[in-house]
């Protein structure tokens, strides 16, 4: 079992929808990671947080808005998202940076109407 | 040439056949590598990280080739399960994991 707890873990959303992804890791992690993945295609990565503090965001639109509450929650706040937002969101973990062994949440399956 | 090639497959093979995945990667500079495993519509799942002495776990065997840039992954003895994606992970520069594009396996009856 995943020690990186997603949820929701299917979402349908309108376009003018605002909803949140919610993430929780307990095994006292300090970096956090937001990935999108298309069918097919490896992950992408999105926003990296490290000591709770946003380290990298990789120029994702701002309808994509992540919050670090503490170190052991990552949110993905979503707002009038596009059809072409419909993916796999997938939430990890390190123990403390980018160079190290991640450990992935389920997953929450997005589609957008 | 990308950060980190594979061959994308699908690879297939029957039961109990041995079968290798090699993953070329262009940052010299690279020092951490891992095999993760992905099922269809699941998250990736650590398989190994790979050292420069290579290492093994059962019937899985992964070996890194610095001067070659490419770090490879044996699975011997395949088992129905063992049907999957094989995504090889690299950190690049400014220290970013970098997913290949993943190699699908088929082993068949």
């Known amino acids: 079992d995943t020690e990186v707890t997603q949820t929701p873990k299917h979402l349908v959303m309108g376009m003018t929808n605002k909803k949140s992804l919610k993430c929780e890791q307990h095994?006292?992690?300090?970096?956090m990671y937001w990935y999108k993945q298309k069918a097919k295609k490896p992950p992408e990565l999105m926003f990296v947080?490290?000591?709770?503090?946003?380290?990298i965001n990789e120029s994702v639109p701002s309808r994509f808005s992540p919050e670090c509450p503490n170190s052991s929650l990552l949110n993905l706040h979503l707002h009038a998202l596009q059809p072409e937002d419909s993916a796999l969101y997938l939430c990890?973990?390190?123990?403390?940076?980018?160079?190290?062994?991640?450990?992935f949440g389920s997953g929450t399956q997005l589609s957008v109407l | 040439r990308k950060e980190v090639e594979q061959d994308p497959g699908p690879f297939n093979v029957p039961e109990g056949a041995t079968v290798a995945f090699n993953c070329t990667y262009s940052?010299?500079?690279?020092?951490?590598f891992f095999w993760y495993r992905q099922d269809c519509r699941k998250e990736p799942k650590l398989l190994m990280s790979?050292?420069?002495s290579g290492n093994e776990d059962g019937r899985f065997t992964a070996q890194l080739n610095r001067a070659s840039q490419y770090i490879s992954l044996l699975i011997r003895d395949s088992k129905l399960s063992d049907s999957a994606t094989y995504l090889c992970?690299?950190?690049?520069?400014?220290?970013?994991?970098?997913f290949g594009t993943g190699t699908r396996l088929l082993v068949s009856p």
């Open positions: 990890a973990s390190s123990q403390r940076g980018q160079d190290e062994k991640l450990f």
């Open positions: 095994m006292g992690h300090r970096a």
């Open positions: 947080y490290s000591y709770e503090k946003l380290s």
């Open positions: 940052n010299s500079a690279s020092q951490s």
């Open positions: 790979v050292y420069s």
């Open positions: 992970v690299v950190n690049g520069g400014f220290q970013k994991l970098v």
